[in-house]
């Protein structure tokens, strides 16, 4: 069984910037990415990275060149999601998720954090 808890999330200005962490209770999955859930709309997949190393990452189109998704270099169960240039559009609930294949879909994640709010006010 696989922990994750999800910390980071607040308000703040559009054009604002913050940072996301997940904390996994181990480092045996393959994949984590981060989700986001705003009100009345689907749970949609954000980035993923693969946590064997070498950077391998991916992005949804709404948020490549202003999210950016990484592994703690000395604690390997420690990731992060740097958001910038915030929109009121990217207001909702966070999600860390860990599975053992990487992608965007929910579908491939079988482990999941409480989530963390995040408020974009404009």
């Known amino acids: 069984q696989v922990q994750l808890e999800e910390s980071g999330g607040g308000s703040v200005q559009a054009g604002g910037s913050l940072r996301l962490s997940c904390e996994a209770s181990?480092?045996?999955?393959?994949?984590v990415a981060w989700f986001r859930e705003a009100p009345g709309k689907e749970r949609e997949g954000l980035a993923h990275i693969y946590t064997g190393g070498g950077d391998f990452t991916g992005y949804a189109s709404s948020v490549k060149g202003r999210f950016t998704i990484s592994q703690d270099n000395a604690k390997k169960t420690l990731y992060y999601l740097q958001m910038n240039n915030l929109e009121p559009e990217d207001t909702g609930t966070y999600y860390c998720?860990?599975?053992?294949?990487?992608?965007?879909?929910?579908?491939?994640?079988?482990?999941w954090g409480q989530g963390t709010q995040v408020t974009v006010s404009s």
């Open positions: 181990v480092n045996s999955m393959y994949c």
């Open positions: 998720a860990a599975g053992q294949r990487c992608g965007l879909g929910t579908g491939q994640y079988d482990y």
